[in-house]
């Protein structure tokens, strides 16, 4: 089933459960199944909790996106459209308790309960992460810190930002160009590696070859199973 997707919308994301046993991997969109029709029509995306050890499919959990005129930024620049929405990076708590997945046209990081099978639920806002509407700040990659805090790369802006449960913005990087996933890492755990590009668009993107990983220590540690 997961070969019936739209070209590049497979795995977006992945995170490892506490005890290393169990993988969850989100797709970015909704698949093709039982045909392209599905696809197009569908707001629900899967996330499947995998066995890490065979990759055997243990349980599956479907994800809702709101809906594309809800995203009134996006929709003041033109039609958006519901192949436009995305999820974009997943990230569980050190304890096990809590997966966060980062939507990006919508500009939020949602959380969910996890409980002692495995199965996710519970769905609430973590943080919505937009700064205003003429200053965009979306979650595109994210990485968990050791206070509980998520770094978000924005891929609208040359920056990456600290942001608290609730919204708070407690720090920001300012990168060389658009950011578009990070991870905290190093000997301490305590640099920030950021992935930056002038472009998402895929052909000006291999064209340019600008593409490059940007670094900047920070004062909290990573936590968390990437």
């Known amino acids: 089933i997961a070969a019936a997707r739209k070209l590049n919308r497979g795995f977006e994301a992945v995170a490892a459960s506490a005890d290393g046993s169990s ?31 065979n990759g055997a499919l243990l349980a599956e959990y479907i ?16 039609k958006v459209g519901r192949d436009d929405i995305k999820i974009s990076e997943i ?12 939507e990006t046209l919508g500009a939020s990081l949602t959380a969910f309960a996890i409980g002692a099978d495995g199965s996710l639920s519970g769905r609430r806002l ?9 200053q ?20 609208a802006a040359a920056e990456c ?3 608290a449960e609730g919204g708070a913005v407690l720090d920001a990087v300012e990168t060389g160009q658009n950011s578009f996933a990070c991870m905290l890492g190093g000997a301490d755990g ?9 472009t998402s668009d895929e052909e000006t993107a291999r064209a340019a070859k600008l593409g490059r990983i940007e670094m900047a220590r920070v004062a909290v540690g990573r936590a968390g199973l990437p």
């Open 23 to 53: 993988l969850y991997v989100a797709f970015q969109s909704p698949l093709a199944h039982p045909d392209r029709e599905a696809h197009e029509r569908s707001r629900h995306v899967r996330i499947w909790q995998l066995d890490a050890d």
């Open 63 to 78: 994800y809702p996106l709101d809906d594309p005129d809800s995203f009134l930024r996006d929709a003041d620049a033109g």
């Open 91 to 102: 990230q569980l708590t050190p304890d096990g308790n809590m997966l966060i997945v980062g």
């Open 126 to 134: 973590w943080a919505p992460t937009m700064a205003s509407p003429d």
């Open 136 to 155: 965009p700040r979306i979650p595109d990659g994210i990485c968990l810190d050791a206070e509980g805090a998520v770094w978000i790369a924005n891929p």
């Open 161 to 163: 930002v600290r942001i």
């Open 190 to 198: 305590r640099t920030l590696f950021i992935m930056t590009a002038p």
